[in-house]
């Protein structure tokens, strides 16, 4: 009966999903089937049973549990059946997990109770347990015992469901914001910057606020010079995010409009064509951005006066396959965000 059990454990763990860790707090509550074979001094043969465990998680890999359980073993020599109680005590630890597979190793005391017989002893576990969801999974132990009274051992195998209580975890969830090409700083300096960000950002915002409310007829009309400058749209190379000379000549062009216009925030959006994935396109379209702000920041242009967005390939400006289409969707265009009721033109 004890290796037919075996066998049957192992067909259990081949057939499972497997387990995971639990977490400091964690209560588990099973029920299992047991498959005794008694020393041979107790005149008692296999005893088969049901049994109930109760335990709690020390740390992620370490427990204690209590288990209590019961059968009936029969007898040799016309000796009638007898019923058999277990209650036993240990730690358990999970010394090391493979695929989701947690092996177990336990130790601890046991108390043994017949109406012939009574003993204290210890006993060794060997086992594992396989994960069906995040709060079940099944578990087969091996289980090794000596009793001190008459110097005995006793072997068992329990198969049963565990059941899985976890405590309440709180959840941190950090949202990170790219700005643009990442730029070394000092640690002290992070909030610094982005107060400085911030009131730029409101400073601008009131800009745009006092210009709303001014007469659509005050003051003079914006530059269209200007504002074809800002307009322009750069183009890059295939699957590439670096810059041409015409592409630096052009946004040479707009670091002249943002020296004549200092409260002027612009957004550049950088595309890709369509071959790629989506994915790829995304990150490409954003390099791009990023490309073409480092180059403005690099002659003068303050960063938080420069918002960047990635597009991919979508908002295409022309449809179809093919290089001509390909050439004019990679590109980086250029929108306005906030400035003055017109653009001044730039100084000769």
Known sequence: ???????????????????????????????????????????????????????????????????????????????????VGLLAGRLTLVPFKTGGVSFLLGLGANHTDTYFF?????????????????????????????????NGSNRALHVG????????????????????????????????????????????????????NRSRFAGPASSAEALATMLQVIHFQNDQSSLSDSAKAILNDKV????????????????????GTAEYNMALGLRRAESAKAYLVSRGVDPIRIEIATKGEGQLLVEGPGEVADAQNRRGQFRLLIADPYLAAPKE
């Open 161 to 212: 469901l565990s059941f899985y209580r976890n405590p309440g975890v709180n959840t941190v969830t950090n949202t990170v914001m790219v700005a643009g090409p990442q730029m070394s700083q000092r640690p002290d300096s992070v909030s610094a910057y982005e107060t400085k960000r911030l009131r730029a950002a409101a400073a601008g915002y009131v800009v745009l606020r006092d210009s709303l």
């Open 118 to 150: 009574e003993s204290y002893g210890v006993d060794g576990l060997l086992g594992a347990k396989i994960r069906l969801s995040d709060f079940a999974a099944v578990r087969v132990d091996g289980i090794q015992s000596w009793m001190a009274n008459g």
């Open 256 to 275: 002249t409009v943002f020296r004549a216009n200092p409260s002027m925030r612009i957004v550049i959006s950088g595309f890709a064509s369509q071959p």
């Open 1 to 83: 009966m004890f290796k037919t059990s075996i066998i049957v454990g192992v067909a259990v763990l081949i057939g499972v999903v497997p387990a995971t860790a639990q977490h400091r707090g964690t209560m588990e509550f099973g029920a299992f089937g047991s498959s005794t074979s008694w020393d041979a001094s107790l005149n008692m043969n296999s005893s088969l049973g049901l049994g109930g465990r109760i335990g709690v998680f020390i740390t992620p890999r370490l427990s204690a549990e209590f288990e209590g359980g019961g059968g009936s073993a029969s007898r040799g020599s016309g000796l009638e059946d007898v019923n």
